[in-house]
C-alpha cells in the first residue's frame, strides 16, 4: 500500500492553523511518524531557547538593527559604512591634536557646519533604512591609501588661528638651561628689557632719564592710536583719539599686520608684554590682531598681505617671536612657530634671499627683516633649520662687496647706506667675528656716515650694527643719535610722543608716515636694552647653529 506523505501547507502570518486529515497507516509507520514528531518539536524548542538566549545577549534593538541591514540595499550599506569610516578618521584626527586645541581656540569654520551635515544625512538614510526590505549583497570594500599632495601651493586662505593668551603664568613653558650670564645681568638676549636689568643696561649703554621719558612718550602715543579690533593702521588718523589731529598719515592703510608690528615692536622693546606691564591690555589686543588674521597652511602661518608683502610677514614673525620668548606663554608657541616655519619656506630655494612673494629670488632690505625674526626666534628656542640659515648667508655673498664690507641691493655694488647696514648687521647676527677685516672696514664706513636726519631705515640697522660693535664707535653714534631724538620728539597736542622726519631718501617714511616714523625711533632708543651687544655675549645669544 503506498504511503501518503501530510501536506505541505505554507500559512500566511497570522492565518490559523489549519488541520492536517491522515490516512490510517501501519502501526509500525504510526510510531516513525510520533518519532518524527517529537524530532521537530525539539528542533523547534532549542530554536526558541537559541533565540531567547540570543535576545538576552544582543538585546531586541541589535536582532531589529541586523534585520534592517538585511533589508537595505548594498549601495545604501556602502554609503553609510564609508561615513563611519570618515568620521572615525575625523575623530582620530582630533583625538591626536588634543593638547594644542587646550592651547589654541580655533574659530569656527566651514568644517563644523560640513559634519554637522553629515551627521544630519546619516540620520535621514538610517530613517529611511528602516523602511527598506531589499535583500542584501554581499559587497566587498576596498580601502584605499590616499597620499596628501604637500606641493608648495599659493592657495593660503584656510582656517584663520585664534588664540587664548594666559592671564597669568600658569601656562607658561620652563626655562632652560640656556639661561645665562650677560655681564652683570642675567637673561637670554631678551632679559634685559624691564627692572633692574634695564635700568642697568641703560647706564651702561649711554642711555639717560630722557631717553627713557621719550620712549614713555611713545608708547602712550602708540596706546592712544590703536584701533578697536586690537590692530593698528599706517592711516593713524582712524583712531579715535586721533580723527586727523596729528598730520603725515601713511600712504599703506591696507598694510594693517605690518603697522600691528611695528607698534607691538616697541611695546615688547620696553618689556612690556600681555602678561605685565602698564600696557598689557594694548599688547594683547595687538597680538589677538595678528594671530586672528594669520593664514595657517601647509608651508605655515603667513602673515604677507598686500603693500606689506613680506615685509610685513617679516616684521610680525618677529613680535610674535619676541612675544613668545619673553612670556614663554604656550598659547603663543604654535603661532611664533608657524611664522618661522613660513619664513623657511618663503626663501628662495636658489639664491637663499627673500623678496616681496615666496621663493621669488631676494633683496637685501627683505631678508634683513626675515633675519632678524629667525635670529629672534632662535633666542626664543623655536626651531629654525641649519641649511635656511646657510642659505641665507650665501645670499649676503652673492650681493657684497670689497670682500663684504659693503653690500647691494640685488647684485654685488656699493648700494645705499640702509643696504650695506642691513648686509653687516646681518653679517654679525651670522656669527661673524669682530677681528674680520671685513667687518670692521664696513662698521667704520658707517661710523664715517654718521646718523642720518631724514633716513630712519638707515639708522636703525646702523645703530643696532653699532651698538653690537660697542666700544668708541657706539659711543660715537650714541651721542649723535639719541640728544637727536630726545629733542626732535613732539611734545604736545596729539602728536605727543611721536615723531616725523620726511626726507633722506627712506620710502618708508613716505609710505608709512608718523607712525612707521615713531616706531623705528622708539626702537633706536630702545637699543640699550632690546637685545645684549653680540660681542659680549655668552651662550644666551650664541650663533646660529649651521
Known amino acids: 500500500m503506498a504511503q501518503t506523505s501530510p501536506t505541505n501547507t505554507t500559512m500566511s502570518p497570522g492565518a490559523k492553523p489549519q488541520p492536517v486529515v491522515a490516512k490510517p497507516q501501519p502501526t509500525a509507520a504510526k510510531a516513525v511518524a510520533a518519532e518524527q514528531v517529537q524530532e521537530v518539536r525539539g528542533a523547534r524548542a532549542v530554536g526558541v531557547r537559541e533565540e531567547l538566549e540570543e535576545i538576552k545577549e544582543v538585546g531586541a534593538f541589535g536582532i531589529w538593527l541586523r534585520n534592517t541591514v538585511k533589508q537595505t540595499p ?86 584663520k588661528m585664534a588664540i587664548e593668551l594666559s592671564d597669568f603664568g600658569i601656562q607658561q613653558a620652563p626655562r632652560s638651561d640656556m639661561l645665562s650670564q650677560l655681564g652683570a645681568m642675567s637673561g637670554d638676549g631678551l632679559g634685559a628689557r624691564s627692572g633692574p636689568n634695564r635700568a642697568r643696561a641703560v647706564k651702561a649703554g649711554g642711555g639717560n632719564a630722557a631717553s627713557e621719558a621719550a620712549v614713555a612718550r611713545a608708547l602712550e602715543w602708540f596706546a592712544r592710536h590703536q584701533l578697536p579690533d586690537g590692530g593698528w593702521s ?81 616684521l610680525a614673525a618677529i613680535a610674535l617671536t619676541e612675544a613668545y620668548g619673553m612670556t614663554r606663554d604656550r598659547a603663543l608657541l604654535q603661532p611664533a612657530q608657524a611664522v618661522v616655519n613660513y619664513i623657511c619656506y618663503a626663501q628662495d630655494p636658489v639664491g637663499g634671499g627673500w623678496r616681496y612673494n615666496p621663493r621669488q629670488a631676494g633683496d637685501t632690505s627683505v631678508v634683513g627683516w626675515q633675519l632678524m625674526a629667525l635670529k629672534s626666534a632662535h633666542m ?43 648686509g653687516l648687521l646681518s653679517r654679525m647676527l651670522l656669527g661673524w667675528n669682530k677681528d674680520n677685516p671685513a667687518l ?91 637685545h645684549m651687544p653680540i660681542y659680549r655675549q655668552v651662550a644666551a645669544e650664541d650663533d646660529f647653529a649651521l
Open 74 to 159: 548594498s549601495w545604501l550599506v556602502s554609503l553609510i559604512f564609508h561615513m563611519i569610516v570618515m568620521l572615525i578618521l575625523a575623530m582620530t584626527f582630533v583625538g591626536g591634536h588634543v593638547e594644542t586645541q587646550q592651547l589654541l581656540t580655533i574659530g569656527p569654520s566651514d568644517e563644523d557646519q560640513m559634519f554637522d551635515e553629515l551627521d544630519d544625512l546619516q540620520d535621514d538614510l538610517l530613517d529611511q533604512a528602516m523602511d527598506l526590505s531589499t535583500e542584501v549583497v554581499a559587497i566587498d570594500v576596498e580601502v584605499v591609501s590616499e597620499q596628501l599632495d604637500l606641493a608648495p601651493t599659493e592657495d593660503m586662505d584656510h582656517a
Open 234 to 314: 599706517f592711516d593713524h588718523t582712524l583712531a579715535h583719539a586721533c580723527r586727523g589731529k596729528c598730520s603725515n598719515k601713511g600712504s599703506l592703510p591696507q598694510a594693517r599686520n605690518a603697522a600691528t608690528a611695528t607698534a607691538l615692536l616697541p611695546f615688547l622693546g620696553a618689556g612690556q608684554t600681555h602678561m605685565e606691564g602698564k600696557h598689557r591690555q594694548t599688547v594683547r589686543g595687538g597680538l589677538y590682531y595678528l594671530v586672528n588674521n594669520m593664514k595657517v597652511g601647509q608651508q605655515g602661518g603667513s602673515l604677507r598681505e598686500g603693500g606689506g608683502r613680506l615685509y610685513s610677514h617679516g
Open 380 to 422: 626664543s628656542y623655536l626651531k629654525v633649520p641649519p641649511q635656511v640659515v646657510l642659505k641665507a648667508s650665501h645670499f649676503l655673498d652673492s650681493v657684497q662687496s670689497e670682500s663684504g664690507a659693503a653690500y647691494g641691493y640685488t647684485r654685488p655694488g656699493r648700494g645705499s647706506r640702509a643696504t650695506t647696514a642691513i
Open 440 to 530: 670692521q672696514r664696513g662698521v667704520q664706513q658707517l661710523s664715517n656716515w654718521g646718523v642720518s636726519k631724514g633716513d630712519m631705515y638707515y639708522n636703525y640697522y646702523a645703530t643696532q650694527a653699532a651698538r653690537h660693535w660697542d666700544g668708541e664707535v657706539w659711543k660715537k653714534w650714541n651721542d649723535q643719535m639719541r640728544d637727536w631724538l630726545v629733542n626732535s620728539q613732539v611734545k604736545e597736542g596729539c602728536e605727543s610722543g611721536s615723531w616725523f622726519f620726511g626726507s633722506g631718501g627712506d620710502h618708508g617714511a613716505r609710505r608709512g608716515g608718523r607712525h612707521y616714523v615713531t616706531s623705528m625711533a622708539t626702537m633706536m632708543l630702545e637699543v640699550y636694552y632690546r
